[in-house]
């Protein structure tokens, strides 16, 4: 786990907890702008790498599965106890972020981990994998068919168990997702069926769209983005809500 905390902080503070997607990928050692940007707004900044993580040998790189969720859910509450207890990070004021598989964490630890998280920023994120299966290209469905033990059909509580749409009525803290309109990996419409849940259960959610598949490019673009993670952020440690009418499609 990597962290940092703003230059002039004296104590514990407001903290983003980056989570990469994958899941067989790694946050390494390097210059992020996302982290600085942050740094610089006094906000502290930390990433994580979960079990399913390449790079730390096998057994790690394969020990999110069959029961994907369950050990990266606990890496990330193991991550933010430390950083609690270092004085790193303030409780009630930590929020958690990812593109795509960390997307799914973002979403999956509001609900199982209510208590530890002021928001989530999900990126392209998985919500509901049993509304996305059908919705996914054949090649994202094999990969997922190996990850999660079998196919829709014969493992369906599986997919049901690692799905944040399950915990909808454990969610207390606002969800923010930014979702491609014509994605295949990560399908609009389960995206938009977690967000219209998650409303009609008195949750605080906003989707924001994107004419677009899997992935945001460019520098403005990019810019745009973390200025609009900002704003909520800075909104929601003032006490404000997110939504400020329906989820849209």
Not at 72 to 95: C, H, R, S, Y
Not at 135 to 143: C, G, R
Not at 147 to 157: K, M, R, T, V, Y
């Amino acid at each position: 786990m990597w962290s940092a905390r703003p230059r002039a902080a004296a104590g514990p503070g407001p903290l983003v907890l980056s989570v990469h997607g994958g899941p067989n990928m790694v946050t390494v050692d390097g210059y992020v702008p996302e982290a600085q940007a942050f740094l610089a707004e006094g906000i502290g900044y930390a990433a994580v790498n979960y079990r399913g993580s390449v790079t730390f040998g096998r057994d790690f790189r394969e020990g999110f599965r069959p029961d994907i969720g369950d050990r990266e859910i606990e890496d990330i509450a193991a991550t933010v106890n430390w950083l609690v207890e270092q004085e790193i990070a303030e409780p009630g004021k930590i929020f958690i972020t990812g593109h795509s598989y960390g997307g799914f964490l973002s979403l999956l630890s509001l609900g199982r981990l209510p208590e530890l998280f002021a928001g989530a920023l999900a990126f392209v994120a998985m919500a509901d994998w049993t509304a996305a299966y059908r919705d996914m290209n054949p090649a994202i469905q094999a990969a997922w068919r190996f990850f999660i033990g079998g196919s829709l059909e014969e493992a369906p509580e599986l997919y049901r168990r690692a799905s944040p749409i399950t915990y909808i009525d454990q969610v207390r803290a606002p969800a923010w997702i930014r979702q491609g309109r014509y994605d295949t990996r990560t399908p609009a419409a389960q995206a938009y069926g977690y967000a219209r849940a998650l409303e009609a259960a008195g949750g605080d959610v906003i989707v924001d769209w994107f004419d677009g598949g899997h992935e945001i490019t460019g520098r403005d673009n990019a810019i745009a983005d973390h200025e609009r993670t900002l704003s909520l952020i800075r909104a929601a440690l003032a006490g404000r809500l997110w939504a400020t009418g329906p989820v849209g499609p």
